[in-house]
Each structure stands twice: as structure tokens, then as C-alpha cells.
């Protein structure tokens, strides 16, 4: 782990990897065509004089939406992602880490400048809130995906809005079936983490709960019927 924080800290500049730390509460408020994968491969031969927005239009937004917002099945939203916690994923799979035929392909001709200049220009997209849904959600798996939220200190890290911050991603409004399939991932460790922390939240928690925390999290903050 030591090892990769390194990489990560000599490759983009950053100095210290920050250590988990408490969300402060107030202070925030399948498959395209591989052909898109190739097309985004050869992303870092573009010339610099290119920005990272048009590159994320013409590379990224085909499978991510061009707002940040995907609708392509277990893609992951990024609008509204820290560029901190992008950075460190787009490195896990350029070095191979985290695996994923799509990204792998996109990231491993990316150079230092990419990381950062993709990871920033992500930073800056706003969050974009899932599209209403034509079903209000299930009350029952509502109240038991918040209960399981605060029994599990999800809020914790993630904040009690599900922002994120630094390397922590935002996963309010994040699809359900990406949410699912990272927490099963991080679950029995075919997702390995940029550090421990999710292994260790998850490892003991019943896969049943965990997509009804992915069922929860993905419609936060849709009011819960019954509530006021
Ligand atoms: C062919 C579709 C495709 C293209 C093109 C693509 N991505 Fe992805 N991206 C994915 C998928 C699928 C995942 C989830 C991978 C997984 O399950 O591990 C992902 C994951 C990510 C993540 C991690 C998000 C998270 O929440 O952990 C980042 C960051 C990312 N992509 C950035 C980019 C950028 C920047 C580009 C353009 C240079 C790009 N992607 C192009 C499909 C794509
Ligand atoms: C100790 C802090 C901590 C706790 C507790 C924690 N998380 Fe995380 N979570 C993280 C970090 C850090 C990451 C980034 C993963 C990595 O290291 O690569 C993450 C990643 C995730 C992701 C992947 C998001 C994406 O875009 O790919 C999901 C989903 C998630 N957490 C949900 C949860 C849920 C649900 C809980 C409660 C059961 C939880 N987390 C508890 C720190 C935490």
C-alpha cells in the first residue's frame, strides 16, 4: 500500500496521501462498442493544446454522459466525484489494480498530466441528481437502508448527504447497479481498494444489506414515503 500511495504521490504531485479522516458533517453540504474503449485509449496522444473538457467530451462522455451523468448500465456517474478520489482510481487502473476492460484500456496510455488533467476537469462537473423515478421508493427498504447507513458508519466517511470528499467518492444518486456491484466487489475482494477502508467496512456485512444500502444510496435524497 505504501507502495502505490508513493507511486501516486510521485506521479502527480502530491505530496502527502491524505489518511482517512472523518467526514465533517456540516462542512458540505454493458459495454459500448470497443471501439469507443480504442478511440479512448489513444487519449494521451491528442495535442496538449486540446483541453481535458473536449477530451472528456470526445474520449469519456460516450460511456459517462457528457455531464457527467451515465446511463449506461454499470457505468459509474462521475459528476460530482472529488478529483482526489478520481485520480487515485484512474491510477489503480493504470497500474493494473483495479480491473476493468473499458478503463483498463482507457487508462494505461494515460501519462501523469491526463491523470490529473481528466481527475480535475471531473472535479469540476457539478452533481447531477438521479432522474426522478416513475415508482416512489419502497418504505421498508428505505428505513432498513438508512438504519444499515448508520450501523455501518457509511455516514461516516461518506457524510451524512453521501458527498464524499478528498479520496472519499460521492455515492448519493450514484447508479444502483454500480453501487451494487462495487460493494460485492469490495465484499470478496475482486475490487481491491486504493486503501483498506471499504474491505474492512464491508467484509462482514450480509450481501442482502449491501444492495439495500446500493438501493438506499442510489435514491438518496428522494424523501422516504411517510416521512415528512
Ligand atoms: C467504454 C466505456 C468507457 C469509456 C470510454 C470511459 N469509461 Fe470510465 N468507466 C467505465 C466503466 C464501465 C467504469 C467502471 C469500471 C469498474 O466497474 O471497475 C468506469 C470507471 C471510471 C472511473 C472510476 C469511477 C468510480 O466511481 O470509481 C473514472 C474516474 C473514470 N471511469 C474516468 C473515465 C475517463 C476520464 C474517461 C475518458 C478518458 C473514461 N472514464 C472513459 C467505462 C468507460
Ligand atoms: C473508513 C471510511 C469508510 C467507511 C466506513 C465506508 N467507506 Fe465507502 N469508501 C471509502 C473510501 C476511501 C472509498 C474509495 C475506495 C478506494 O480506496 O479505492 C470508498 C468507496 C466506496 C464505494 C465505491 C464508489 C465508487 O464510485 O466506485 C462505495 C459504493 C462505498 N464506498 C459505499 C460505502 C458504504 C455503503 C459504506 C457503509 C457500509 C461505506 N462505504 C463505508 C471510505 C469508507
Not at 458540505?28 to 489513444?42: D, F, L, M, P, Y
Not at 496522444?45 to 454522459?65: D, E, I, K, T, W
Not at 471531473?122 to 421508493?137: Q, R, W
Not at 478528498?166 to 465484499?187: C, N, T, W
Amino acid at each position: 500500500m505504501r507502495g502505490w500511495a508513493a507511486g501516486l504521490a510521485s506521479c502527480t504531485g502530491v505530496l502527502a496521501l491524505v489518511v482517512i479522516s472523518p467526514h465533517s458533517s456540516g462542512q458540505e453540504k454493458t459495454r459500448k462498442a470497443g471501439a469507443v474503449a480504442s478511440r479512448a485509449a489513444s487519449a494521451s496522444a491528442g495535442p496538449a493544446a486540446v483541453s481535458y473538457a473536449q477530451r472528456f467530451a470526445g474520449l469519456c462522455a460516450a460511456c459517462h454522459g457528457a455531464n457527467g451523468r451515465s446511463d449506461m448500465p454499470l457505468t459509474p456517474v462521475l459528476a460530482g466525484q472529488p478529483s482526489f478520489y478520481s485520480i487515485t482510481q484512474l491510477f489503480l487502473f493504470r497500474e493494473g489494480r483495479r480491473s476493468n476492460e473499458a478503463m483498463t484500456a482507457v487508462a494505461k496510455t494515460f501519462t501523469d498530466d491526463d491523470m490529473r488533467g481528466f481527475s480535475e476537469y471531473i472535479g469540476t462537473l457539478p452533481p447531477v441528481p438521479a432522474p426522478p423515478s416513475a415508482t416512489a421508493p419502497d418504505k421498508a427498504r428505505m428505513d432498513k437502508g438508512r438504519a444499515l447507513a448508520q450501523q455501518h458508519k457509511c455516514v461516516f466517511c461518506h457524510g451524512t448527504d453521501f458527498s464524499g470528499g478528498q479520496q472519499v467518492p460521492r455515492i448519493a444518486g450514484q447508479r444502483e447497479d454500480y453501487l451494487k456491484m462495487s460493494l460485492r466487489g469490495f465484499h470478496d475482494g475482486t475490487r481491491p481498494g486504493y486503501t483498506q477502508a471499504m474491505t474492512a467496512a464491508v467484509s462482514q456485512i450480509p450481501l442482502e444489506d449491501l444492495d439495500t444500502l446500493a438501493y438506499y444510496v442510489a435514491r438518496f435524497p428522494a424523501p422516504v414515503p411517510g416521512d415528512k
